[in-house]
């Protein structure tokens, strides 16, 4: 069967896995202090542009968000979220277990426009009662986002611009962050991107690692005594060179950026595929995440063939659809989707 | 200047006040065990129709929402509300604190339906993904809401139906009770709230107390070690006695609820005004909250003579603006608010 | 009987009480904007001699340990405490509830001492492997202690001394603060108290109010945001008078200083009833609660007459009894006392 | 340089490895839902005797204490642990974060006897307090200990005793369970301990994985909702295959304990060649951990040639220094710690 259930069907890259095999008998120091975390966190500032940004690396995206977000916010602070965004809906209320609200704002396509945050804002600030709301304390956006559509330059610029209004750390949880910066329809440059927010992170998990994401303070430092926060969150690795060398590899001769573009150039063709069948989409998306709308018996028979996800439902006889590719789909893959498209 | 502001703008009602006075000197025992307390509760479950009832004198009404609530929900948990819940929006984010998620869900007037509430409940448990989002654990509802509306005994019951199907404990947020169960539109009496729900509170602060929550889990026990529960939270008085003898006497001779009518009898003639004036409703309530669209300049002119909340921004030139009568709104303040008006 | 169970068996202090009586029917603003509450911190702030001071109102004590404490921490840090503190004992786990550890160190008669704490921070910080331990962010003291025992200035002065040298703020809990100014033992005054923290509380509850605690953050700002976070602990009053009146006559004419003083006239009365008789003390208290040690029949002989309290096990047959005075405490209670005594 | 450091300083045993590489292709289902994780659990639950176990899987030890014992208890409840416990200590407050108090009992050489805790419980509910205090919820112990030291089977049978006589579970960190069980020492088997337990983890981080820890719940069900917990705490992998994997490939052909075995015989040599030196034990240990007290000077010079850690200082002039094996340890470093030692 040809699985384009999901982005994390497959194991590591075999590049990624080379240089774990590689390093495997090495004596390294523990807690993230070994030779390829420093390493893969220079590479990491260079490829980002910024020489003085604080680079930690964190196992899953979840826990990135809950860490990261946790530790910018003041206690009383809540984070601004799109209303589909991961964090408001699929982490099992991991921010709200910190103790903090996801102040959730409406969306289109999965994105949070800067004029929703800044009418929330206005209103905020406006209302005398805000002495007994929930304070805002941090953006959080998803680039590309749930839906795998993307901001535009402008779109982050006009966000960016906002933030720094009222003061607002702006934060890019970048699960998927490769598959946006080599879409087609990417106008924005990773140093541009780090450029335009205080903090983001590299997903690895789902850009060819085994497991890892790689979180940037870009420009400032850390929130204090950031070691002890990723501890009291039980992320700490004690063989931290796991997440090092991973990454290590993976910006080395630019090959997350070559798993990035791979894995888009066949969802651009798996996208095609699903156009040419007549499948409705969801959302136009130019990342690795598509998204059509499927009636319940066209699932039934392709289930037979293809591994995909059941999104949610759609209305009674329909769901929406995910089909996804990475580092591990083929050609081959896709020409046996043809085939049974073509059935 | 006549006082419209809130109904927590004067003291505890002269009887209520009294009864302080009286039993001032007496040598009570601590933390709620006092004969008062005791009394106050025997007369609050006769008054309820549940001889078996758990009850329980809490300080606030906020304080009241986050202990029961944290107290019922398990950890992955979340508690369902109206978007303009209480705890959704003005308790600067106590429920999160405590480490759950309000799941907001759309409501009108305040009020939340059974069938968003049931909507969302077969979304929850359709959606293959369920496992990743926070589990509905408690149905919060306002009586009456926020913005001074009520149920209807048969929305109650649906409601109430709703959760039974998904045993989900219904709980109610009654910190102006009273001005529910006495309004001219209540068609349900106290005994037949409590046993539409698993645990509410009767407010005291609003209805006639200086403070004073009173929670009463109907029928059935409260959560295991709610008293330590209590003192966790910081809400467990040394001398408790200031609780129960204040509830001992609003449930004397039916005090409260006469409290509650001379409260709703002020609020018809203050609509009645309001209504004469030429004033546009934000809402109709039939209790002891009235909700207006006034202009700036009439607010300008009004706030000279009047003391009245402005509620939020309704539009570049106008707001919401909250009148609310209480124990202390005498004939006088309304025969005064009559003239104002009718400058 | 005679009560001596505890310093919160009676009401409020009449000279209060006269004062929510006075006030009751005043239209005042809410959530402790009102003007007694205005007039009672600026007396605070003269009694302290901390004219730049934050003053803020709290209901309890536990309360006020968990949002000051709490606000003060950044999340990784925890609060240095007696081992027999009250926030390590008996406030059934509020601050570990807010996430923080209680670092509870070893202590004598209620007390830590200056050495301790320094001990402790220099192995703290010369232990390499402090990144995976709590960091150290507040110290915590009680004047008087658990225990009715009081440090003296020159203890105090080197517990500021070791705070400052580690920037941390030392705070105070005071829950019981008049029964130690008043003492005869006491060496110190409240502006050099004041002058010696960084943040301590006024006690009300056990000096004569009903409820209430005063916070003073002495010298500096309260932490951001403070009245948001407290009610997000659910902590602020509607009725926010109830704290402001009672805290306005408290510090009116002294009648603070006017209760303690009694109340330890009375204690030192009983004390030496209880040295006469030949009870064994526990400790040396110079405050307003007598800890002896009792054998199990003289506790039966003794219950028949007077209510005290039963402290904790000393050993199979003994038990560590309590006896507190408060301003309730009458001569022709004394005089009872001493005549079962002589029995 | 030998390295003697910890045992986490080289990767994963050569054959996890090779699984990982054999499997890194396929195409797996995610979140732990794959067939290895499947296979592992049925072969860790035949290991230790328990057919009707739940079995999960985290990611680090700090990780798996914070959702294991937050989710066994309840909101005012605490975990007792030694003094010296890794939560008590070592673990940034991990378990604090999560609300709940660390009841540090004293503790010799790593180990709480079911004496001390006996004692604890009888004061608790003895002393009329308790309603203020944190309720024990479950008892904490390591095996081995941070020490290195081990309970005999008498010892685990006792605080099992003491354990079911209360009605708490006992949860038993294995971070190092190999190097317990396969010690000389050892007087007890896996089904064993398995059986006088009701939750341990068996940990794979520190014996021969390159992360992961497999949480057995004995013979009962896990918490309500774990997989959710385990989510909201973030410790939810997407690629939940990595520890699948080496937990299929550590629990066949007795790998886990051949890894375990390996190290103690390395480490029994190495103790000897300690002793040679004339080295003092901080402890006896038995296990895969060795703690002498060396002098400054001694430190400096071993320095340059091998790889230790300084557990804490001891005195001015003398730290605390760990030596560890793990199954990267070979015959060859044995021997050059030797002649180094001779020299």
Same mark, same amino acid.
């Given at each position: 069967?040809?699985?384009?259930?999901?982005?994390?069907?497959?194991?590591?890259?075999?590049?990624? @896995?080379?240089?774990?095999?590689?390093?495997?008998?090495?004596?390294?120091?523990? /807690?993230?202090?070994?030779? /390829?975390?420093?390493?893969?966190?220079?590479?990491?500032?260079?490829?980002?542009?910024?020489?003085?940004?604080?680079?930690? =690396?964190?196992?899953?995206?979840?826990?990135?968000?809950?860490?990261?977000?946790?530790?910018?916010?003041?206690?009383?602070?809540?984070?601004?979220?799109?209303?589909?965004?991961?964090?408001?809906?699929?982490?099992?209320?991991?921010?709200?277990?910190?103790?903090?609200?996801?102040?959730? @704002?409406?969306?289109?396509?999965?994105?949070?426009?800067?004029?929703?945050?800044?009418?929330?804002?206005?209103?905020? /600030?406006?209302?005398?009662?805000?002495?007994?709301?929930?304070?805002?304390?941090?953006?959080?956006?998803?680039?590309?986002?749930?839906?795998?559509?993307?901001?535009?330059?402008?779109?982050?610029?006009?966000?960016?611009?906002?933030?720094?209004?009222?003061?607002?750390?702006?934060?890019?949880?970048?699960?998927?962050?490769?598959?946006?910066?080599?879409?087609?329809?990417?106008?924005?440059?990773?140093?541009?991107?780090?450029?335009?927010?205080?903090? =983001?992170?590299?997903?690895?998990?789902?850009?060819?690692?085994?497991?890892?994401?790689?979180?940037?303070?870009?420009?400032?430092?850390?929130?204090?005594?950031? &070691?002890?926060?990723?501890?009291?969150?039980?992320?700490? @690795?004690?063989?931290?060179?796991?997440?090092?060398?991973?990454?290590?590899?993976?910006?080395?001769?630019?090959?997350?950026?070559?798993?990035?573009?791979?894995?888009?150039? %066949?969802? %651009?063709?798996?996208?095609?595929?699903?156009?040419? !069948?007549?499948?409705?989409?969801? &959302?136009?998306?130019?990342?690795?995440?598509?998204?059509?709308?499927?009636?319940?018996?066209?699932?039934? !028979?392709?289930?037979?063939?293809?591994?995909?996800?059941?999104?949610? !439902?759609?209305?009674?006889?329909?769901?929406?659809?995910?089909?996804?590719?990475?580092?591990?789909?083929?050609?081959?893959?896709?020409?046996?989707?043809? !085939?049974? %498209?073509?059935?």
């Amino acid at each position: 069967m040809i699985s384009f259930a999901n982005d994390y069907t497959a194991g590591a890259h075999p590049d990624v @896995l080379q240089r774990l095999i590689e390093t495997n008998a090495e004596a390294l120091s523990g /807690y993230g202090t070994d030779t /390829y975390s420093a390493a893969a966190k220079e590479k990491i500032r260079a490829a980002c542009g910024c020489p003085g940004a604080d680079v930690y =690396f964190l196992v899953g995206g979840t826990q990135t968000n809950q860490v990261v977000i946790g530790s910018l916010l003041d206690d009383c602070e809540g984070v601004i979220a799109a209303r589909t965004g991961h964090i408001s809906v699929r982490e099992a209320g991991a921010i709200e277990y910190t103790g903090h609200k996801v102040i959730a @704002l409406r969306s289109k396509d999965g994105k949070l426009s800067a004029e929703t945050v800044k009418e929330y804002l206005t209103g905020y /600030y406006a209302d005398g009662g805000h002495g007994h709301m929930v304070y805002p304390g941090v953006v959080y956006i998803s680039y590309p986002t749930e839906y795998g559509t993307l901001y535009s330059k402008k779109e982050l610029t006009e966000l960016c611009s906002v933030c720094k209004e009222y003061s607002l750390p702006l934060y890019i949880d970048g699960a998927r962050l490769g598959y946006g910066l080599e879409s087609p329809e990417c106008d924005i440059t990773l140093p541009e991107l780090a450029g335009l927010c205080d903090a =983001f992170y590299i997903g690895g998990t789902k850009v060819g690692a085994l497991c890892g994401e790689a979180v940037v303070f870009t420009g400032a430092k850390a929130p204090r005594h950031f &070691v002890t926060k990723i501890k009291q969150h039980g992320a700490l @690795l004690a063989k931290g060179r796991l997440l090092g060398v991973q990454f290590d590899a993976l910006f080395t001769d630019g090959l997350y950026m070559k798993i990035s573009r791979h894995a888009i150039d %066949m969802a %651009m063709r798996l996208k095609e595929i699903l156009a040419e !069948r007549g499948y409705r989409f969801y &959302v136009d998306s130019p990342t690795n995440q598509q998204f059509v709308i499927l009636g319940d018996e066209e699932i039934e !028979r392709l289930r037979g063939w293809v591994d995909f996800s059941i999104w949610e !439902r759609y209305d009674g006889s329909h769901a929406i659809v995910r089909f996804a590719t990475s580092w591990a789909t083929t050609e081959a893959d896709i020409a046996k989707l043809r !085939r049974v %498209m073509e059935e």
